[in-house]
């Protein structure tokens, strides 16, 4: 419950939250798992073996006597998923400068 009302009270949206217990085979379910809350549908924790296969951050816990894996990942689709939309707008953005000193250029001729 603790920890529950924590994550609900300072995570961000787009992540979703993983403890494994530390010696814990890859194919382990999680000891808890905080689901997204910009997820329209039920989300179902992962396996550690698939996420470390893709995009995520982890770091071990260490609570008393007790070590934890803790793994943050981005919801499918979200936006801290890798994609172009980026290097799209710097590059119009850079075509754009161009036009426009060149057009300065030829008309201060």
Request: one cysteine or more; hydrophobic letters at 45%.
């Amino acid at each position: 419950m603790l920890i529950e009302t924590i994550l609900t009270a300072t995570t961000p949206g787009q992540l979703e939250l993983y403890f494994f217990a530390t010696g814990s085979g890859a194919d382990a379910s999680p000891l808890y798992f905080h689901p997204s809350r910009r997820q329209t549908t039920a989300a179902e924790p992962l396996s550690l073996e698939t996420l470390n296969a893709g995009l995520h951050w982890s770091n071990e816990l260490k609570v008393g006597d007790a070590t934890w894996r803790f793994v943050a990942a981005p919801i499918p689709g979200g936006p801290g998923m890798a994609s172009h939309v980026g290097s799209w707008l710097v590059l119009a953005g850079c075509f754009l400068i161009t036009l426009v000193v060149s057009a300065y250029v030829w008309s201060s001729r």
